[in-house]
């Protein structure tokens, strides 16, 4: 069974600086996917980043990047220049293989909070 | 825009009563899918369904029930089956069951009282 673990129940960064979410996963699977949402105070889940476990670079997208170790099955979050709107919930998760039925797997989620 | 719509946003039940929570995506998304959310706990997946006229149970699917006669709708019943169904539900599509990109609702957030 696929399992995602997120060891920082809350952390805190100060603005304008990076800071780094945990995320680690365990699967027998060779081929699956890794994600990240931001879940604000309203509780939408907004889509953030995603790496497939055949990609051999790391994703970025915008101030996001996801620092990717295959061997150590970690997929850690890391935020550069935090901003206020950052203060929120993030989830990594973990998808099963193409032609399963793309069920997504979460963690229990970080709570970011981004401080003057 | 294409999107999902979750109604209602609250929704307050009473004990040994049925609800149904409405799901809608103009998306024209292949699957859907159902989590819930409760506090300190990431989300649980409940119901899915990959095409219309079949869904298949989750890891919590006990309580609940779902339908799927349109490709644009995936209703979510919380039955008085469920023991504690107080929690905030979501709703997802994704285009390709096999890709795993999800786009979701705004949610549901379901009180007994």
């Not at chain 1, 790391?58 to 099955?73: D, H, I, M, P, V």
């Not at chain 2, 300190?40 to 006229?53: A, D, E, F, M, T």
Request: charged fraction near 20%; proline fraction near 3%.
């Amino acid at each position: 069974a696929q399992k995602i673990t997120q060891t920082q129940p809350g952390m805190f960064v100060q603005e304008k600086e990076a800071v780094t979410l945990d995320c680690t996963y365990d699967t027998s699977d060779q081929s699956y996917g890794l994600f990240w949402y931001k879940q604000p105070s309203s509780g939408e889940m907004i889509f953030l980043i995603y790496q497939g476990s055949y990609d051999e670079q790391n994703a970025t997208e915008g101030r996001y990047s996801l620092n990717f170790q295959k061997a150590r099955k970690s997929a850690n979050l890391v935020i550069s220049a935090s901003q206020l709107g950052d203060s929120a919930m993030y989830f990594c998760a973990m998808r099963e293989p193409r032609g399963a039925a793309s069920k997504l797997t979460f963690g229990t989620g970080t709570r970011l909070q981004v401080t003057l | 825009d294409g999107g999902i719509t979750q109604s209602p946003k609250y929704l307050f039940r009473k004990e040994g009563q049925n609800v149904t929570l409405s799901c809608e995506q103009n998306l024209n998304h292949d699957a859907m899918y159902w989590y819930r959310q409760d506090p300190g706990q990431g989300l649980r997946l409940i119901y899915y369904s990959q095409i219309v006229n079949d869904f298949q149970k989750g890891d919590i699917a006990e309580g609940y029930s779902v339908s799927r006669e349109k490709k644009e709708s995936f209703p979510l019943t919380v039955t008085s089956a469920q023991k504690n169904p107080t929690a905030f539900y979501l709703c997802a599509s994704s285009r390709d069951p096999g890709s795993g990109g999800y786009t979701f609702g705004s949610g549901t957030r379901l009180t007994v009282v």
